[in-house]
């Protein structure tokens, strides 16, 4: 893809109304932008970083902003004038080597605005479902490829390499043992159960992964990445041979919400170790790609990280108010020493972050404010052996998280982080960049004002927090607006802040005892009216709601999404962390 990738360097050159000369300079670390005799030079080392550099001079010299996909901006009042000689922006080694999104939703007309703007972005990975790959056309593909975006075709995929529908009948023993039965995995599954695994210690079962893997990539060529992940959730088998590698009476840990189960990593790992050394065998220019998550964090005790082994860590329910690595903080520091343990675990392999920018469930649209943490954090990473950082997404939510993603690609490729909110903030607001930054500045105070930790689920924000904070973050959001009322990203600022007061209206009134159906279904009507990049998926709204309309019926307390395992952490969580 190196020549066009270079071709598409010099089309958006012209794209852009750019005037440039791009060189390619093998011992570069990334692109470099000079100034010679009057003319701007882009250097880097491959093409892709020359594609790179390109938006990089746009964005940063030239008036462009990338910010909204699919939305390129001009502002004449942000070209900078050049000097005629001498670097203007040096070459900096990417901090981190993966950077890139993760794909919970099917490929669609917004597909090519999303590879574009993560070249804009200088993102290069992502990991989608397999299901959702299957659907994506050669062309796509192409288009990616071009810009340098490498796709691991993945995520939770037990059933996808051994389906249930295809296997139950003749091969029964390929799936868990509960109770000393073997599960019915030729059943519908539930949307929030999908806790069916394998029977991972079955040599058959091995092999026959092996041999779809092997099938799949042929008919696949383009990809050297995939992942065996188990179906999300618990449910691992008990049978004999299995039961050998673990200890019912140890139990997973409570800041990865596993100890009310057991540790399921030495299950696991003996079934990747089997299985990666098999495709090694046939195929050595394959990545197999893991998860580590709530009762399989860490290594189990020898496991290593071959060639062609790459963990995603994933930092579920994490904090947000502590970096990854404070001491101080009860849940990140746990996985901190994860990610040390998987690091030490290297030989040869690659360990990426699995992250939450945009927060569990969507975080319902919920503040999530990260920003200078993010930059000392990918620091943290670089320093520590970190190769990789991830982060679920949506292009409906750019407006509450968008920051976040751009924040994150800044922090990862290596920029300084107070220029990089400087630019940010002037690139969003102009001339009302400092009201901007007051207005994020006071959603992190109301944040930190909460207690010590946050983990991102509504109950945690609306629990200690007043109806006033979201009053007064609303009449900000009002006067962002006011300065320039044809703004769309300002308009979503106030539709957001309105739902943050209507949401704790809602959340006080249950817990007064005076919420009624009716002033529920008002509000689900209100979310379900307003237009721009606030919201995404309306049906985890009805889900998650439909919980509390259960709860009003029933009695039952409401904490979350009524699965009883999860509403207990909630508990714990509000007597031992926060």
Not at 540 to 566: I, P, V
Request: hydrophobic residues 40%.
């Amino acid at each position: 893809m190196d020549d066009m990738t270079f071709t598409l360097a010099s089309l958006e050159l012209a794209r852009y109304n750019l005037s440039a000369e791009l060189v390619i300079e093998p011992g570069l670390p990334s692109f470099e932008l000079r100034r010679q005799r009057g003319r701007t030079v882009i250097a880097a080392p491959v093409p892709v970083e020359l594609l790179y550099g390109v938006y990089d001079y746009a964005e940063r010299f030239c008036g462009w902003s990338f910010f909204t996909p699919g939305q390129d901006v001009f502002s004449p009042e942000r070209v900078k004038t050049l000097p005629d000689d001498g670097v203007i922006y040096p070459a900096v080694k990417p901090r981190l080597k993966r950077r890139g999104f993760i794909q919970e939703f099917p490929f669609d007309h917004e597909t090519p605005v999303l590879f574009d703007w993560m070249a804009k972005n200088k993102l290069n990975y992502l990991l989608v479902w397999m299901k959702y790959y299957d659907e994506l056309s050669p062309e796509l593909k192409e288009f990616a490829a071009v810009r340098g975006i490498v796709i691991e075709s993945g995520h939770h995929n037990f059933d996808y390499w051994i389906p249930g529908k295809k296997y139950h009948r003749d091969h029964p023993e390929f799936f868990a043992e509960i109770n000393g039965k073997r599960i019915d995995a030729g059943q519908q599954k539930s949307e929030l159960l999908l806790s069916e695994q394998l029977c991972t210690t079955n040599p058959e079962l091995r092999q026959e992964i092996v041999n779809n893997m092997l099938a799949y990539c042929e008919k696949n060529p383009e990809i050297n990445t995939i992942s065996l992940n188990p179906n999300d959730g618990f449910g691992w088998c008990e049978c004999e041979k299995c039961a050998k590698f673990y200890d019912k009476n140890k139990k997973g840990d409570f800041y990865s919400l596993s100890e009310h189960v057991y540790k399921a990593d030495r299950i696991y790992h003996d079934l990747l170790g089997d299985v990666a050394a098999k495709l090694a065998q046939q195929r050595d220019d394959l990545q197999l790609t893991f998860f580590a998550y709530i009762n399989y964090c860490s290594p189990a005790p020898g496991f290593k990280l071959t060639d062609n082994l790459a963990v995603h860590l994933a930092l579920y329910w994490r904090c947000i108010n502590h970096t990854i690595d404070d001491p101080a903080c009860p849940v990140n520091r746990h996985y901190a020493q994860d990610i040390r343990n998987w690091v030490n675990a290297k030989s040869g392999g690659e360990v990426n972050i699995y992250e939450y920018f945009m927060g569990v469930n969507f975080y319902f649209s919920l503040p999530m404010i990260h920003f200078e943490e993010m930059f000392r954090e990918m620091q943290w990473y670089a320093d520590n052996g970190v190769d990789g950082i991830l982060t679920q997404f949506h292009l409906s939510h750019w407006s509450v998280y968008g920051m976040n993603y751009a924040l994150m690609a800044r922090a990862a490729r290596g920029e300084d982080g107070a220029a990089a909110l400087d630019e940010l903030f002037a690139e969003r607001f102009g001339a009302d960049a400092a009201p901007g930054r007051e207005f994020f500045r006071q959603v992190k105070k109301m944040l930190l004002n909460m207690g010590n930790c946050h983990v991102p689920y509504p109950y945690a924000l609306f629990s200690r927090t007043c109806r006033e904070d979201f009053e007064k973050l609303h009449t900000l959001a009002s006067g962002l607006l006011a300065g320039d009322a044809e703004s769309a990203f300002r308009r979503d600022l106030v539709v957001w802040t309105e739902y943050m007061v209507r949401f704790k209206t809602l959340f006080d009134d249950y817990h007064a005892g005076r919420l009624t159906e009716t002033e529920l279904d008002g509000f689900l009507e209100w979310i379900a009216a307003q237009k721009g990049r606030v919201f995404v998926n309306i049906k985890k709204f009805q889900m998650y709601f439909g919980a509390l309309r259960e709860c009003l019926r029933t009695g039952k307390q409401w904490w979350h999404f009524n699965l009883d395992w999860e509403d207990e952490y909630i508990r714990k969580q509000e007597k031992l962390i926060f």
